[in-house]
């Protein structure tokens, strides 16, 4: 049995029985990545179309490795050097890579809601790999399989996501399913970067880091996005540091052994400290690794995969 639909848009749209489905997928895949010899032929003759609008180093990266571990031809369009830069219109380029036989196109774009009509012009399934401010559904499907592989669940599990959440898809991503999941998700940062009526998602605003990470069992922090500062969101870079950054000595106030969580790119010594980010709380690396695994789950199950043990060898 694969995912019943065309596409990947957003966690809003997958109910919990498909996310443990992708969560319980990805685990012979990453059994795959272990392995010597990467390779299985799985996606023989698909074609996999990275179309990225913004940049990226781990999604596009795991992406692509994600298909060719699975022997799928993995192709990465930059659109600094495609035709987007002559004007070609988004609905163009999806239909011209197409015609050409993608049977997956994979899009980061800077407009919400970009993935959702690029999956109305074309027969291809679309994943959103981050659109605006508002989705980026596979990192926070990697953050739900490595709390999961930490942890082993989510009922109750005392969640902190700590930083620009007004911004972050990644934030709202992971708010969207850790609730469905049945976590406690907790929010912290200034006022002015918590959105407003963010109770309506089920989840608890704190403007005091250390009220918000007492008792945690993960911490996730997020990417401070500098890009921001200009908006006068916040004083200084060295202000936010001083009042939100995570230390090892705020680490103290959530459970001795939560999990230190990072989705990438770290701004070192702003949102978190050098000694967190390396220490033996922190599972950043092993996220990396887990969004390979989950991204061959997302990949096998939307091309119509069935039980990956026994058809993955
Ligand atoms: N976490 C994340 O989306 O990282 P990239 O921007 O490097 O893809």
């Known amino acids: 049995m694969g995912l019943n639909r065309k596409d990947l848009l957003g966690i809003r749209d997958l109910s919990v029985e498909e996310i443990r489905l992708i969560l319980d997928t990805a685990e012979p895949m990453k059994e795959i990545i272990g392995r010597e010899i990467k390779k299985v ?169 250390e009220d918000g990470l007492r008792d945690a069992d993960v911490v996730m922090v997020l990417r401070m996005q500098l890009e921001r500062q200009q908006k006068g969101l916040f004083p200084t870079i060295r202000e936010y540091a001083r009042l939100y950054g995570v230390t090892t000595d705020r680490l103290k106030l959530a459970r001795p052994d939560a999990l230190v969580m990072h989705p990438g790119p770290m701004n070192r010594g702003v949102e978190i400290s050098p000694e967190v980010a390396d220490g033996v709380q922190s599972v950043i690396n092993e996220q990396v690794t887990n969004g390979v695994a989950v991204r061959m789950a997302i990949l096998y199950l939307l091309t119509g995969g069935g039980n990956p043990h026994e058809t993955i060898n």
Request: positive net charge; proline residues 5%.
């Open 41 to 209: 032929p799985t996606l023989r003759g698909k074609v996999v179309i990275n179309l990225f609008y913004e940049p990226s180093t781990r999604t596009r990266t795991s992406f692509e490795l994600a298909g060719k571990y699975m022997s799928a031809d993995t192709i990465n369009i930059s659109t600094s050097t495609s035709s987007v830069v002559k004007g070609e219109t988004l609905k163009d380029t999806a239909k011209t890579l197409e015609v050409m036989g993608a049977d997956v196109v994979i899009i980061r774009h800077s407009a919400t809601g970009a993935p959702n009509i690029l999956s109305k012009y074309i027969s291809a399934s679309v994943i959103n790999a981050g659109d605006g401010f508002h989705e980026h559904p596979t990192q926070a499907l990697l953050d739900m399989y490595t709390i999961k592989e930490k942890i082993g669940g989510f009922e109750g599990l005392k969640v902190a996501i700590v930083g620009d959440v007004l911004h972050s898809r990644v934030a709202r991503s992971n708010i969207l399913g850790l609730t469905k999941m049945g976590a406690d998700v907790r929010v912290i940062g200034p006022a002015t970067l918590i959105p407003p009526e963010i109770e309506k998602l089920g989840v608890s605003p704190f403007t005091c880091i």
